[in-house]
């Protein structure tokens, strides 16, 4: 690792943390912009019951003062007590919600590079064929459509109609239909970069090279154009990470999916702060942890590219 590699890991890790900080306050001083107490819409509650309440948690201090202590908590792994869900703390709430997020989430990312990887590239060694035409048709018709309307789509068909699968979540088999739902747009629009990368490739001087040589066509491909092909998807992979944590939170809520997603629209329906505050930090921090990851990757795979 050179000194300006590791200058580049340093000044973009502190651009993340900075940015953490940054979301960290503005969700914390929005939060507490709102007047309404978090215990006002509960009934049968006085006002002296309110103001223990408060006190308990930490709502009767200065606003600054609050934010200070929640900054320190945070530091260490504490996101504070649920003001919805009496007795739980906010970060095991969350870290039970993101276990399956997670699976849906990493599982989709995965299944959509791979596969958007693989028909891209089918797609550019055909071009212009039956093949090509219908992968391009295809991935267009996924990319003009969002993932709440895939889901609802597969929801209809697949789960109430053929009864193909469970139409909740939490069933056995139940993970499935979420997460083609995820995986759909972001597979197309990989499927649409990388074919476009295939065929810049395809084109360059020393893939004409080794052909005059007799290399041999597989060897061409997977050794010399794939390689070079994939700079592309590996700097989409940290936003469309982003995309699909986010998305995934509408797309919880359509198949009852016991995630991050329907534990926040809980929490707002329960006017939980705290609970909103820690799964909107939790979500952005893993949002810029994957684009960090992404810009680091995309380094590592193309060493040529100019770190600034």
Same mark, same amino acid.
């Given at each position: 690792?050179?000194? #300006?590699?590791?200058?580049?890991? +340093? ?18 001083? /929005? ?33 600054? +003062? ?25 970060? &095991? ?23 958007? +990887? ?7 060694? #055909? ?63 990989? %499927? ?7 065929? &810049? ?6 893939? #004409? ?10 060897? +061409? ?13 590996? %700097?989409?992979?940290?936003? =469309? =990470? ?19 997603? #329907?534990?926040? %629209? ?7 702060? =705290?609970?909103?505050?820690? /799964? ?19 380094? /590592? /795979? ?7």
């Amino acid at each position: 690792m050179n000194a #300006r590699f590791l200058s580049y890991l +340093v000044k973009r890790l502190l651009m993340a943390l900075l940015t953490i900080f940054l979301v960290i306050a503005i969700t914390f001083f /929005v939060m507490h912009a709102i007047p309404a107490s978090p215990f006002s819409s509960e009934k049968a509650k006085s006002d002296a019951v309110i103001a223990a309440l408060e006190a308990k948690y930490g709502f009767d201090k200065p606003v600054v +003062v609050q934010f200070w202590n929640y900054l320190k908590n945070i530091a260490h792994g504490d996101f504070g007590l649920s003001t919805g869900w009496i007795g739980n703390t906010v970060i &095991d709430l969350i870290l039970g919600g993101f276990s399956y997020s997670a699976r849906i989430g990493f599982t989709a990312g995965f299944l959509a590079i791979i596969f958007g +990887v693989v028909l891209g590239s089918v797609a550019a060694l #055909r071009r212009g064929k039956f093949l090509d035409k219908l992968i391009q048709v295809t991935t267009t018709a996924l990319v003009s459509m969002p993932s709440f309307v895939m889901a609802t789509i597969l929801l209809l068909v697949f789960a109430l109609q053929l009864n193909w699968f469970p139409s909740l979540g939490n069933q056995p088999g139940g993970l499935f239909l979420p997460v083609v739902s995820l995986m759909l747009y972001p597979m197309a629009y990989v %499927t649409k970069l990388q074919r476009s990368s295939m065929l &810049d490739v395809l084109g360059q001087d020393y893939i #004409r090279t080794a052909r005059a040589k007799g290399v041999r066509n597989s060897r +061409v491909i997977f050794k010399h154009a794939l390689k070079n092909t994939l700079t592309p998807v590996i %700097t989409y992979a940290g936003p =469309m =990470m982003a995309y699909i944590l986010t998305g995934s939170m509408v797309v919880e809520n359509i198949f009852s999916v016991p995630g991050l997603g #329907r534990l926040f %629209t809980n929490s707002m329906l329960r006017t939980d702060y =705290m609970m909103i505050m820690g /799964v909107t930090i939790f979500l952005a921090t893993m949002i810029i942890l994957m684009n960090f990851i992404g810009d680091i990757l995309y380094k /590592v /795979v193309d060493p040529r590219i100019d770190l600034g």
